[in-house]
């Protein structure tokens, strides 16, 4: 049988502090699997792009993910598709996950992660692209540090609006506005021209770019790029989407110590990661033993 998580099953059993958690230990121990995380992509004859992360695999996890999304730039959700969640035992299918509520988690919540370490003691935090992914960064960073002020600007004055609403924050009208009066600047956009450039920022400031995970996508200017302290989540996966100088460190290393991260409080930062395979593998597990345990979701025999 096969259990199937529907978007409001997952935002039933799913919790940030947990989720962070989760993220926090998959980030120290998934360099111990030996075989690395693909991504693999391909074109569409449609508007959007076909995307498989194959495998998830973590470290005393005793199953592995593979997701299939489609990404429609124009709809609502942009990311479409499923997460297999297989027992490593048998290859039994234990669940199917909505892949846009479980990747919209996973990567906010370790961009939020990402950003708490590497930030400065400045709260004033600014979005750029107010979207699910952008969301789960702020409700994050919220569990992870206080927040002062909150700057909003999308391409959409109305999700701007909402999203300002929702957070107790306020509107802005270009991005270099946002980076003008924020310490943290968060982005999550689809853009392919640069957003920021350095002469749009000040010395002590955070940056976190979703942008970056796929070839051709750029928020930062290779300006800032070159003068920030660069870290991603995989060195090899990010080198591949080439938009990124090569990075100083990855997350892993610095929440292993093996890395200082931020040194100086005139630093400029910046997270950029791409997105691991294990990321899925950590929040669907989690989602799965909790509604196992709480009779959420529904089940199916596939092979029936």
């Known amino acids: 049988m096969t259990l199937l998580l529907t978007r409001s099953d ?7 502090a947990a989720c962070l958690d989760v993220l926090r230990d998959g980030f120290r121990d998934a360099d111990g699997v030996a075989i690395a995380g693909r991504r693999v992509r391909s074109d569409l004859p449609f508007p959007g792009t076909a995307t498989a992360l194959i495998p998830g695999l973590l470290p005393g996890v005793p199953a592995y993910t593979v997701k299939v999304n489609a990404k429609f730039p124009d709809a609502r959700p942009a ?18 996950l909505d892949s846009a509520t479980v990747t919209a ?7 939020a992660l990402g950003t708490h370490l590497l930030a400065g003691a400045g709260t ?17 960073l919220a569990a992870l540090r206080p927040r002062g002020d909150l700057f909003v600007h999308d391409t959409s ?64 200017g290779r300006d800032l790029l070159d003068t920030a302290l660069l870290v991603v989540d995989d060195r090899e996966l990010a080198a ?17 110590a093996e890395h200082p991260g931020r040194t100086a409080d005139t630093d400029r930062t910046v997270y950029a990661p791409v997105g691991m395979p294990w990321q899925d593998l950590a929040l669907a597990w989690a989602a799965y033993e909790r509604a196992e345990g709480e009779g959420i979701g529904r089940r199916v025999d596939l092979l029936g």
């Open 10 to 16: 997952l935002e039933a059993v799913l919790e940030p």
């Open 79 to 96: 990311l479409r598709g499923v997460i297999c969640l297989h027992s490593g035992t048998d290859g039994e299918l234990l669940a199917l």
């Open 240 to 256: 591949g989407v080439g938009v990124l100088r090569p990075a100083d460190a990855t997350l892993g290393e610095v929440l292993r």
């Open 105 to 111: 988690w996973r990567t906010g919540l370790a961009a």
């Open 157 to 220: 004055a109305d999700r701007a609006a909402g999203f300002a609403a929702r957070h107790g924050g306020q509107a802005s009208a270009t991005a270099a506005e946002v980076a003008s009066v924020a310490d943290i600047v968060l982005t999550a956009t689809w853009s392919r021209e640069p957003l920021l450039h350095l002469a749009d920022t000040r010395p002590g400031q955070h940056f976190t770019s979703l942008g970056v995970d796929e070839p051709g996508k750029a928020e930062l």
């Open 124 to 140: 004033v935090v600014g979005v750029v692209g107010a979207g699910a992914q952008a969301e789960l960064m702020v409700r994050g």
